[in-house]
């Protein structure tokens, strides 16, 4: 458990909203594909597990300290920057994926 004043401490410098993600299993929520963008971008999402209060409480605050909530399954996801290097081992490590999808 943290508090929304925790959260905010521990945020990157950039970071100017809560994000939140919403559900009913904690572990299924943890091991969201959603969270892998921000995890490397270094911000912390909400796992919220009480899906029947959360889903109208959370929207209902709007705010907290001129951060707004962002809910993860709805909003744009963070760039992820990825170097020359990776993106070219990337590559060809699945060619022949690739190429059979194109």
Excluded at 37 to 63: F, H, Q, R, S
């Amino acid at each position: 458990y943290t508090s929304l004043a925790e959260y905010k401490d521990r945020a990157n410098s950039e970071q100017k909203a809560i994000y939140y993600i919403i559900g009913d299993d904690e572990k299924v929520l943890r091991n969201s594909p959603l969270l892998e963008a921000y995890k490397k971008n270094d911000i912390e999402v909400l796992i919220c597990d009480d899906k029947e209060i959360d889903e109208i409480i959370t929207p209902a605050i709007g705010a907290y300290k001129e951060w707004e909530f962002k809910d993860i399954t709805t909003c744009e996801p963070p760039k992820v920057e990825v170097d020359e290097k990776t993106q070219e081992e990337t590559q060809t490590k699945y060619k022949d994926i690739i190429e059979k999808i194109k």
